[in-house]
């Protein structure tokens, strides 16, 4: 379990997300189609998780589109935006932003992702949402970096993210 914040109060998340060299756990999740889209989809493919709360709020929206600009300079990579948000949310925000580089998927179906990945926040205002969270996986599917992001109203560290992609 972690401790999160939200404006200096704390709160807590439902286990330890994967660290460095663990395999990521497999995942189902919906894109913008309703299709079903699961990490072995990507094998061979390095991803980059952003992973937030709600698309529908500033820090989670800007997180989108500082990836969409970073994410067409990534070789072999996909830049997954991870949220319990319907994804006809995600999709009318990615549109109306003209977010070609980046894939929204949702949770919210099985609300299994945040479980297994260990960053369900678990009480508080935001309780059985995802708290923000950078997960980098290599080809086969094995944590190269992971980031709680400790205060929900900040950005991610995104460089220290992408370096390990370089």
Do not use: W
Not at 7 to 34: I, R, W, Y
Not at 86 to 100: C, H, I, N, V, W
Request: charged share 30%.
């Amino acid at each position: 379990m972690a401790t999160i914040t939200l404006k200096g109060e704390a709160f807590n998340t439902v286990g330890e997300l994967p660290k460095e060299g663990d395999k990521a756990p497999d995942f189902q999740l919906l894109n913008s189609s309703l299709e079903t889209v699961k990490l072995s989809d990507y094998k061979g493919k390095r991803l980059v998780l952003n992973i937030f709360p709600s698309i529908d709020t500033n820090v989670c929206a800007t997180s989108v589109r500082n990836f969409n600009k970073r994410a067409k300079d990534l070789e072999n990579t996909e830049v997954l935006c991870i949220s319990r948000d319907l994804p006809f949310a995600q999709k009318r925000f990615t549109d109306g932003e003209k977010l070609s580089e980046v894939i929204t998927l949702s949770d919210f179906q099985t609300q299994q992702f945040g479980k297994d990945y260990g960053l369900e926040i678990e009480n508080g205002p935001f309780k059985n949402l995802l708290s923000r969270v950078v997960i980098v996986v290599d080809e086969e599917g094995k944590v190269l970096h992971s980031q709680q992001v400790t205060e929900i109203a900040d950005e991610p560290d995104y460089l220290s993210a992408l370096k390990t992609l370089l």
